[in-house]
């Protein structure tokens, strides 16, 4: 009998416990949803926005083609470099009306990879070597997605 009490007010415990539990998320969520409120009355429904700048969601690359030709790209702390800079990086405009040709590409990566090239800048051959391995990566990055275009 004492067993069965025991185990009666244990089971009573736990799930007072996780409706105490349950109660407080929901106490949370709804103190949440009514700030929200508050702030929409009293900036007028036209002035109120909700966006979640926080969010992971909105930090996330929009554009998973993007991501899939980066593949090789030089990575910074934001991760991927989207390729209007790799188009950047060899001088080029990415939304030009009419697209570049292969030649042309080539040509504006031959001349920044002579302009940068580190027995060509004697002085200061540390940020040559690392300006001459960005135009390389980019240049590398832009072929592959041409490539990658193409099938």
Same mark, same amino acid.
């Given at each position: 009998?004492?067993?069965?009490?025991?185990?009666? *007010?244990?089971?009573?415990?736990? *799930?007072?416990?996780?409706?105490?539990?349950?109660?407080?998320?929901?106490?949370?969520?709804?103190?949440?949803?009514?700030?929200?409120?508050?702030?929409?009355?009293?900036?007028?429904?036209?002035?109120?926005?909700?966006?979640?700048?926080?969010?992971?969601?909105?930090? *996330?690359? *929009? &554009?998973?083609?993007?991501?899939?030709?980066?593949?090789?790209?030089?990575?910074?702390? &934001?991760?991927?470099?989207?390729? &209007?800079?790799?188009?950047?990086?060899?001088?080029?405009?990415?939304?030009?009306?009419?697209?570049?040709?292969?030649?042309?590409?080539?040509?504006?990566?031959?001349?920044?990879?002579?302009?940068?090239?580190?027995?060509?800048? $004697?002085?200061?051959?540390?940020?040559?070597?690392?300006?001459?391995? $960005?135009?390389?990566?980019?240049?590398?990055?832009?072929?592959?997605?041409?490539?990658?275009?193409?099938?």
């Amino acid at each position: 009998m004492e067993v069965t009490q025991l185990r009666r *007010t244990i089971g009573w415990l736990y *799930t007072q416990e996780r409706i105490r539990r349950m109660q407080n998320i929901f106490n949370q969520e709804r103190i949440k949803y009514q700030k929200s409120y508050d702030k929409w009355r009293e900036n007028g429904p036209g002035a109120y926005q909700h966006f979640q700048q926080d969010d992971w969601y909105w930090k *996330t690359e *929009t &554009s998973y083609k993007d991501q899939r030709t980066n593949s090789g790209a030089a990575r910074t702390e &934001s991760g991927i470099q989207p390729m &209007s800079h790799h188009y950047a990086v060899l001088g080029l405009d990415r939304f030009r009306a009419t697209p570049y040709t292969d030649a042309e590409i080539k040509t504006a990566f031959r001349q920044k990879a002579k302009e940068y090239h580190p027995d060509q800048n $004697q002085r200061d051959k540390e940020a040559a070597e690392a300006k001459f391995k $960005q135009v390389m990566v980019s240049y590398e990055a832009i072929k592959s997605e041409r490539r990658a275009a193409n099938y």
